[in-house]
Protein backbone atom coordinates (compact mmCIF):
# COMPACT_ATOMS: atom_id res chain seq x y z
CA UNK A 1 0.00 0.00 0.00
CA UNK A 2 1.04 3.42 -0.13
CA UNK A 3 -0.13 6.68 1.46
CA UNK A 4 0.06 9.72 -0.70
CA UNK A 5 0.21 13.76 1.46
CA UNK A 6 -0.04 16.77 -1.91
CA UNK A 7 1.43 20.51 -0.78
CA UNK A 8 2.10 23.26 -2.73
CA UNK A 9 -1.61 24.88 -3.44
CA UNK A 10 -2.57 28.00 -3.13
CA UNK A 11 -3.86 31.19 -4.79
CA UNK A 12 -1.69 32.46 -7.63
CA UNK A 13 -2.65 35.32 -10.25
CA UNK A 14 -2.85 34.52 -13.63
CA UNK A 15 0.03 34.11 -15.48
CA UNK A 16 2.16 32.94 -12.35
CA UNK A 17 3.24 29.79 -11.25
CA UNK A 18 3.08 26.95 -8.77
CA UNK A 19 4.95 23.64 -8.26
CA UNK A 20 2.93 20.91 -6.21
CA UNK A 21 4.41 18.27 -4.52
CA UNK A 22 2.90 14.44 -3.66
CA UNK A 23 4.80 12.94 -0.58
CA UNK A 24 4.17 9.17 -0.64
CA UNK A 25 4.74 6.67 2.22
CA UNK A 26 6.08 3.19 2.08
CA UNK A 27 9.35 1.23 0.40
CA UNK A 28 7.82 0.99 -3.33
CA UNK A 29 7.30 4.12 -4.25
CA UNK A 30 9.16 3.02 -8.00
CA UNK A 31 6.66 0.28 -8.29
CA UNK A 32 3.63 3.07 -8.73
CA UNK A 33 2.40 4.79 -11.99
CA UNK A 34 1.68 8.01 -10.50
CA UNK A 35 -0.91 10.67 -12.06
CA UNK A 36 -2.05 13.74 -11.16
CA UNK A 37 -6.06 14.60 -11.20
CA UNK A 38 -8.11 17.47 -10.74
CA UNK A 39 -11.88 18.15 -10.03
CA UNK A 40 -13.48 21.69 -9.94
CA UNK A 41 -17.19 22.31 -8.68
CA UNK A 42 -19.42 20.56 -10.79
CA UNK A 43 -17.09 18.84 -13.59
CA UNK A 44 -16.08 15.01 -13.07
CA UNK A 45 -12.15 14.41 -12.22
CA UNK A 46 -10.15 15.48 -15.31
CA UNK A 47 -6.60 13.68 -16.11
CA UNK A 48 -3.69 16.53 -16.09
CA UNK A 49 -0.09 14.33 -16.34
CA UNK A 50 1.22 10.95 -15.46
CA UNK A 51 4.36 8.96 -14.85
CA UNK A 52 4.90 5.57 -15.79
CA UNK A 53 7.10 3.81 -13.26
CA UNK A 54 9.45 2.38 -15.70
CA UNK A 55 10.18 2.65 -19.23
CA UNK A 56 7.68 5.40 -20.10
CA UNK A 57 7.79 9.04 -21.03
CA UNK A 58 5.37 11.19 -18.69
CA UNK A 59 2.32 12.51 -20.32
CA UNK A 60 0.12 15.98 -20.20
CA UNK A 61 -3.18 16.32 -20.95
CA UNK A 62 -3.77 18.52 -24.02
CA UNK A 63 -5.15 21.74 -22.03
CA UNK A 64 -1.78 21.74 -20.01
CA UNK A 65 1.10 21.23 -22.65
CA UNK A 66 4.21 23.03 -22.62
CA UNK A 67 2.64 24.74 -19.11
CA UNK A 68 2.88 21.96 -16.75
CA UNK A 69 5.65 19.29 -16.51
CA UNK A 70 5.42 16.21 -14.20
CA UNK A 71 8.66 14.97 -12.74
CA UNK A 72 9.04 12.24 -10.26
CA UNK A 73 11.75 11.50 -8.01
CA UNK A 74 12.04 7.78 -6.53
CA UNK A 75 14.98 8.38 -4.06
CA UNK A 76 12.21 10.64 -2.13
CA UNK A 77 9.33 9.20 -3.04
CA UNK A 78 8.04 12.11 -4.58
CA UNK A 79 5.81 13.79 -7.47
CA UNK A 80 6.17 17.30 -8.82
CA UNK A 81 3.31 18.90 -10.81
CA UNK A 82 5.17 22.19 -12.08
CA UNK A 83 2.78 24.73 -13.33
CA UNK A 84 3.66 27.74 -15.33
CA UNK A 85 1.47 30.01 -17.16
CA UNK A 86 -1.52 29.53 -14.92
CA UNK A 87 -5.18 30.50 -16.23
CA UNK A 88 -8.33 30.56 -14.10
CA UNK A 89 -9.65 28.00 -15.66
CA UNK A 90 -6.85 26.06 -13.99
CA UNK A 91 -8.36 26.72 -10.86
CA UNK A 92 -9.48 23.33 -9.00
CA UNK A 93 -8.82 20.48 -6.47
CA UNK A 94 -5.68 18.92 -7.68
CA UNK A 95 -5.02 14.99 -6.38
CA UNK A 96 -2.49 13.25 -6.57
CA UNK A 97 -2.77 9.50 -7.48
CA UNK A 98 -0.72 5.56 -7.46
CA UNK A 99 -1.09 2.24 -8.49
CA UNK A 100 0.79 -0.20 -9.88
CA UNK A 101 -0.66 -0.54 -13.46
CA UNK A 102 -0.26 -3.55 -15.81
CA UNK A 103 0.79 -2.67 -19.43
CA UNK A 104 -2.52 -1.72 -21.59
CA UNK A 105 -3.96 0.35 -18.41
CA UNK A 106 -5.68 3.44 -19.04
CA UNK A 107 -3.25 5.68 -17.41
CA UNK A 108 -5.56 8.57 -18.06
CA UNK A 109 -8.44 7.55 -16.32
CA UNK A 110 -9.09 8.14 -12.61
CA UNK A 111 -10.63 4.85 -12.32
CA UNK A 112 -7.49 2.93 -13.00
CA UNK A 113 -5.92 4.74 -9.65
CA UNK A 114 -6.36 3.00 -6.22
CA UNK A 115 -4.63 5.04 -4.32
CA UNK A 116 -5.49 9.10 -3.95
CA UNK A 117 -3.85 12.21 -1.79
CA UNK A 118 -6.91 14.31 -0.10
CA UNK A 119 -6.12 16.95 -2.43
CA UNK A 120 -5.01 20.78 -2.62
CA UNK A 121 -6.70 23.74 -3.86
CA UNK A 122 -5.56 26.05 -6.57
CA UNK A 123 -6.80 28.84 -7.16
CA UNK A 124 -5.99 31.08 -10.07
CA UNK A 125 -7.05 34.34 -10.03
CA UNK A 126 -8.29 36.59 -13.41
Known amino acids: QVQLVESGGGLVQAGGSLRLSCAASGRTFSAYDMGWFRQSPGKEREFVAGFPRTGGSPNQADSVKGRFTISRDNAKNTVFLQMNSLKPEDTAVYYC???????????????????WGQGTQVTVSS
Open 97 to 115: AADPMVPGSRWWDPFEYGY
